[in-house]
């Protein structure tokens, strides 16, 4: 608790809580823009954070995705329109509000829940992070293996849509990944004699370009269309919640508590941790049929949860260096590039920087309020910025942010290459999230299973002799065989079904 309290002057310094406001007000920006997400946000500033001490740069991405996930339901309730995808799970109940002429219930609901939910996701993280880094510290190389393997897994099964499109996301990453020097033999892979492909294929230009332009393409496409009016804003955003959040607290808690367990699920996040809860809520609610029609529950329990997961999600970061979703990973390649490596030692090693986070944590979440509130009111200016104006600027610092990174022209063409790519996947709906966990847990896997393999001198069982290896290993194996066991069932109980019709006709 010390080392907390000693973290707090230091986060509240002149220096560090002015870039703090700064990338508040830059990802309420970003968020209430629809159609560009937090990712993306945060994958733009990446470029300023080289310039940073490392708690400045935590602070950087920490504050700008807590409020761009905010920020996303600015538009969905004016214009029915989520600036991010994680607003799109209650964005009915949202625009509907607002056509009620309550849109200062449905945005002042969604901004209390969104800094409750992420105050409970640090609370979580601060309490449950050290602990579980003192039973990861005796992690060898066979449970990093699995651990990493099991989240490569589960993000195939997390993601949106086709499990059989999210594998072959995943296997895209997983070929990316493999690009450059044998970890073991320093043998080239896929280098095809070009030079700059040695190194591997640069996390920070793959990001930019899957989530930054990506969009861009995506976007020259909707340029002629003229952008609906968003209606004027007017009201007193907090009046009445505390009554609204005591009536909808079970919500509140419960959405809190998913969201953080979600987003602490390898490559879920706050997107899916939303549309979870958002069905939650409306499982157990006593009057389901008044859902997406502007009702309360949803949006306070889905509200409170894409914050949460935000939080969440730096558990298995922090503590196994594997990310929660594409914002971690971006952190994770912030932190390596600041000489830092993920993982239970950071604990010891840097724990100024773990005290320094829970306080960015708290502080975004507390400063979401009056930010927030601020946001609502300029988001009539927001909304009407001319895209034609805002994407060249977006291209600029795109092309600025890959470069920094190495200082190569080469990352240009990642851009380009990875842009499109994204591009042609999301149109045919094939989610980017797999790929890019393939990326960054490719490298993870292989090095380990490299590392263990050696160790075992062929020997496959020694995969599964330690008690917390062969736990990870059997799981990871079950995590495998759940889609086959799932889908022989529904045709088990097909078939039971159309035998018991065919002999009732009989």
Same mark, same amino acid.
Request: with cysteine.
């Given at each position: 608790?010390?080392?907390?309290?000693?973290?707090?002057?230091?986060?509240?310094?002149?220096?560090?809580?002015?870039?703090?406001?700064?990338?508040?007000?830059?990802?309420?920006?970003?968020?209430?823009?629809?159609?560009?997400?937090?990712?993306?946000?945060?994958?733009?500033?990446?470029?300023?954070?080289?310039?940073?001490?490392?708690?400045?740069?935590?602070?950087?991405?920490?504050?700008?995705?807590?409020?761009?996930?905010?920020?996303?339901?600015?538009?969905?309730?004016?214009?029915?329109?989520? #600036?991010?995808?994680?607003?799109?799970?209650?964005?009915?109940?949202?625009?509907?509000?607002?056509?009620?002429?309550?849109?200062?219930?449905?945005?002042?609901?969604?901004?209390?829940?969104?800094?409750?939910?992420?105050?409970?996701?640090?609370?979580?993280?601060?309490?449950? !992070?050290?602990?579980?880094?003192?039973?990861?510290?005796?992690?060898?190389?066979?449970?990093?293996?699995?651990?990493?393997?099991?989240?490569?897994?589960?993000?195939?099964?997390?993601?949106?849509?086709?499990?059989?499109?999210?594998?072959?996301?995943?296997?895209? #990453?997983?070929?990316?990944?493999?690009?450059?020097?044998?970890?073991?033999? #320093?043998?080239?892979?896929?280098?095809?004699?070009?030079?700059?492909?040695?190194? #591997?294929?640069?996390?920070?230009?793959?990001?930019?370009?899957?989530?930054?332009?990506?969009?861009?393409?995506?976007?020259?496409?909707?340029?002629?269309?003229?952008?609906?009016?968003?209606?004027?804003?007017?009201?007193?955003?907090?009046?009445?919640?505390?009554?609204?959040?005591?009536?909808?607290?079970?919500?509140?808690?419960?959405?809190?508590?998913?969201?953080?367990?979600?987003?602490?699920?390898?490559?879920?996040?706050?997107?899916?941790?939303?549309?979870?809860?958002?069905?939650?809520?409306?499982?157990?609610?006593?009057?389901?049929?008044?859902?997406?029609?502007?009702?309360?529950?949803?949006?306070?329990?889905?509200?409170?949860?894409?914050?949460?997961?935000?939080?969440?999600?730096?558990?298995?970061?922090?503590?196994?260096?594997?990310?929660?979703?594409?914002?971690? !990973?971006?952190?994770?390649?912030?932190?390596?590039?600041?000489?830092?490596?993920?993982?239970?030692?950071?604990?010891?090693?840097?724990?100024?920087?773990?005290?320094? *986070?829970?306080?960015?944590?708290? *502080?975004?979440?507390?400063?979401?309020?009056?930010?927030?509130?601020?946001?609502?009111?300029?988001?009539?200016?927001?909304?009407?910025?001319?895209?034609?104006?805002?994407?060249?600027?977006?291209?600029?610092?795109?092309?600025?942010?890959?470069?920094?990174?190495?200082?190569?022209?080469?990352?240009?063409?990642?851009?380009?290459?990875?842009?499109?790519?994204?591009?042609?996947?999301?149109?045919?709906?094939?989610?980017? !999230?797999?790929?890019?966990?393939?990326?960054?847990?490719?490298?993870?896997?292989?090095?380990?299973?490299?590392?263990?393999?050696?160790?075992?001198?062929?020997?496959?069982?020694?995969?599964?002799?330690?008690?917390?290896?062969?736990?990870?290993?059997?799981?990871?194996?079950?995590?495998?065989?759940?889609?086959?066991?799932?889908?022989?069932?529904?045709?088990?109980?097909?078939?039971?079904?159309?035998?018991?019709?065919?002999?009732?006709?009989?």
């Amino acid at each position: 608790m010390s080392g907390f309290l000693e973290a707090i002057p230091v986060v509240l310094s002149p220096d560090i809580l002015g870039i703090i406001v700064a990338a508040s007000a830059f990802g309420l920006f970003v968020g209430a823009t629809p159609g560009l997400s937090a990712t993306m946000a945060v994958a733009l500033l990446v470029p300023i954070t080289f310039f940073m001490s490392p708690i400045a740069a935590l602070g950087t991405i920490i504050t700008c995705s807590a409020m761009a996930i905010f920020a996303g339901d600015i538009p969905g309730a004016m214009l029915r329109i989520p #600036g991010t995808p994680s607003s799109a799970a209650y964005v009915d109940d949202t625009y509907f509000l607002n056509r009620q002429g309550k849109l200062d219930i449905a945005l002042g609901t969604t901004l209390t829940t969104s800094a409750i939910g992420g105050i409970a996701g640090t609370l979580v993280l601060m309490f449950a !992070a050290p602990q579980l880094a003192d039973f990861a510290l005796n992690f060898s190389s066979y449970e990093y293996f699995w651990l990493a393997l099991l989240g490569l897994s589960c993000a195939t099964l997390v993601s949106n849509g086709s499990q059989l499109k999210g594998m072959i996301s995943l296997a895209l #990453g997983l070929l990316l990944a493999i690009v450059g020097l044998d970890v073991v033999t #320093g043998q080239q892979r896929f280098t095809f004699g070009i030079v700059d492909l040695q190194g #591997g294929v640069p996390l920070i230009a793959v990001m930019i370009g899957a989530f930054a332009i990506a969009e861009l393409y995506r976007k020259t496409t909707e340029l002629g269309e003229e952008n609906p009016i968003p209606p004027p804003v007017k009201g007193s955003f907090l009046r009445g919640q505390g009554s609204i959040l005591w009536r909808h607290r079970w919500n509140v808690i419960r959405g809190s508590a998913t969201g953080t367990a979600v987003g602490a699920l390898p490559g879920a996040g706050a997107d899916i941790a939303a549309w979870i809860s958002y069905a939650i809520a409306k499982r157990f609610s006593k009057t389901p049929e008044k859902f997406g029609k502007g009702h309360l529950e949803g949006v306070a329990e889905a509200g409170a949860s894409n914050n949460a997961a935000v939080s969440g999600s730096y558990v298995p970061t922090l503590v196994f260096g594997v990310p929660g979703d594409s914002i971690t !990973a971006i952190v994770i390649g912030v932190l390596i590039l600041k000489g830092i490596q993920p993982g239970p030692l950071v604990f010891t090693t840097s724990p100024d920087l773990i005290n320094a *986070l829970y306080v960015i944590f708290i *502080l975004s979440n507390l400063i979401m309020i009056p930010l927030g509130i601020a946001a609502i009111f300029l988001a009539r200016r927001i909304l009407m910025v001319d895209p034609g104006l805002l994407y060249p600027i977006i291209l600029v610092l795109c092309l600025l942010g890959a470069f920094a990174t190495t200082n190569s022209m080469f990352d240009l063409w990642y851009l380009l290459v990875i842009g499109l790519l994204v591009w042609f996947m999301e149109a045919n709906d094939y989610p980017c !999230a797999p790929m890019i966990l393939g990326l960054v847990l490719g490298r993870v896997v292989e090095e380990n299973f490299m590392n263990s393999a050696l160790k075992a001198n062929g020997d496959w069982l020694a995969f599964f002799d330690r008690p917390l290896s062969g736990v990870l290993g059997v799981l990871t194996i079950v995590v495998w065989l759940f889609p086959l066991f799932r889908s022989a069932w529904r045709r088990m109980a097909g078939s039971g079904a159309s035998s018991l019709s065919s002999n009732k006709g009989q």
